[in-house]
């Protein structure tokens, strides 16, 4: 783990179950997970926003364009949301989410994902 | 074991001004199990950032939602100062204060309106918006908008607000705090509203972080979170306590809500005594590079900005997570085990805004 | 009556109360000063410069430097008041008063009567003269953008 700012923090793949129960048994809840694609870069960055009460703490997980990024939803039943949302509008894949809605959450005329189309 | 069938559930629908689709598992009439989808009216405002610069976004930022809107340009824009490093001045802390209580105030009058058309109380339903509309002749005296208010900008706020509009302002929340009262006080006590309230659409205070809900969704059960507690703009400087419940029930959202118009109006008033006279903005130079999160308290929960910006104009990300959004999943858990008649009103309890969920 | 029948004050209030609306078309709504209606322009003032289509969100505002003309379609302009506070002549302001529904969207068009600087012509009169040069700056000023 590493600190990138104030609250924010680096983390692996390998990491990120041991991070996500940790805050699970701290009872801390999930704010949002967050996925961008910053054209620098190249790759996705994932983010995982946690709060208690006043307090908030972020995770980043970096994937490659193609790399599967493990699910938290059999953790945070809220991530479902979430992670479909990912999925459907960014292209990021998700392994195994609880409750997968096979790109239908968002019902949106236009093809999906966005990125897609400008990435090409 | 009963009948089983699956009813599609908006996104239309007489009770819901907004698109949202739900796909309901009944037995006979009880719901076993909801599935939402949303994106009927998806805008694709998060992908702006790389048509608008960073100035032009305040303006996209606050078309996000028509309620909360004020308070969508104020969290941009916070974060977006909180990047350069910008201290805003203390005068506009304290506008912002005044036009997101304002804000806070309209929304959930417009929130006991809808709820009480839901139950079918119409005349509450006018009676809501008539106290709503003059709010809104508020907000057009001092900001030039109805709904859409466009004073906010990187540094600061971009109209002041003399001296005698805001005791003009209080003198107006004074007399009408008289009639929200009496108002409100049919909402809490009238035998028909607490029919189709008590005891519906429990959720825990447990379950309520389990799903991650925010504002009077988890206030309603019992747990102590506020974001204004973290002392954004002016807030650190007033005195002001959160308001929850322990009932867990619709009716607990309500008397949440309903305790929160009159904290509004309490606090605009100390805004008002305590206002300092400086300048309204700085100026802002130099392009944002960095990221920040930011957290606002809007009236449907807590609202989340993340914002990435890489050093030139247009900034890398722009993520705005919604109290709406957040609230989904604790809705479809209120939803399990309920009547199918209750399912507008259990809709309406979670303040439900699509066109913040959908962006 | 307390908590049986509560919402009974209201209604006798009801009866005897005037209604809370107004007869729109027939009484026309008085605005508040600060409304922002429409986007208006001070033709004299204006130097064609072009902050304002470049700084318009929706790209409602047009600007034509050849042909001396500034237009807006009002039915794109979002009324957010960016153009007010980018011009750098404050010849733009918004007032109130709102563009009326029409079966199509149609432009409007102003002309303006200003005079880029040439370069080689000597300037006439020392009050032009610094009108011009505030211009050329501010023409400058946009290109180094």
Known sequence: MQELKKDLYLIDKAELLTVIMEKKNALWRLCQICCSYPKAENHFEVTYSFANGQDISNYRLIAEREEEVPSISRVYKSAIFYENEMHELWGLHVENIKQDFHDKLYRIDVETPFLEKEGE | MGNRSIVPYGPQHPVLPEPIHLDLVLEDEKVLAAIPSIGFIHRGLESLTSKKDFNEMVYVAERICGICSFMHGMGYCMAVEDIMNVEVPRRADYLRTIWAEMSRLHSHLLWLGLLADGFGFESLFMHSWRLREKILDMFEASTGGRVIFSVNTIGGVLKDMPADMLQDFVRQLNDMEKEIREMTDIFLTDYTVKSRLVDIGIITGEDAIRRGAVGPMMRASGINVDMRKNGYAAYNDLDFEVITSTKCDSYARCEVRIGEIFQSIDIIRQCVKKIPDTEINTKVTGMPNGESFIRVEQPRGEAFYHVRANGTKFLDRFRVRTPTFANIPALTQTLQGCQYGDVPLLVLTIDPCISCTER | ?145
């Open chain 3, 1 to 145: 009556m307390g908590q049986f029948l509560p919402f009974t004050k209201q209604v006798i209030k009801n009866l005897f109360s005037e209604p809370a609306t107004t007869q729109y078309p027939f009484v026309p709504r008085e605005y508040p000063e600060r409304t922002r209606g429409h986007v208006d322009i001070n033709k004299d003032n204006c130097i064609l410069c072009g902050m304002c289509m470049r700084s318009c969100p929706p790209g409602a505002i047009t600007v034509d430097r050849v042909g001396k003309t500034w237009s807006i379609n009002r039915f794109d302009c979002v009324q957010c008041g960016y153009c007010v506070e980018k011009c750098p002549k404050k010849c733009l302001s918004i007032t109130p008063g709102y563009q009326e529904p029409g079966p199509e969207k149609f432009s409007y068009t102003v002309e303006v009567p200003y005079e880029p600087p040439k370069p080689a012509a000597k300037p006439a009169a020392p009050a032009a003269a610094t009108s011009v040069t505030e211009g050329a700056k501010a023409v400058s000023e946009t290109k180094a953008e």
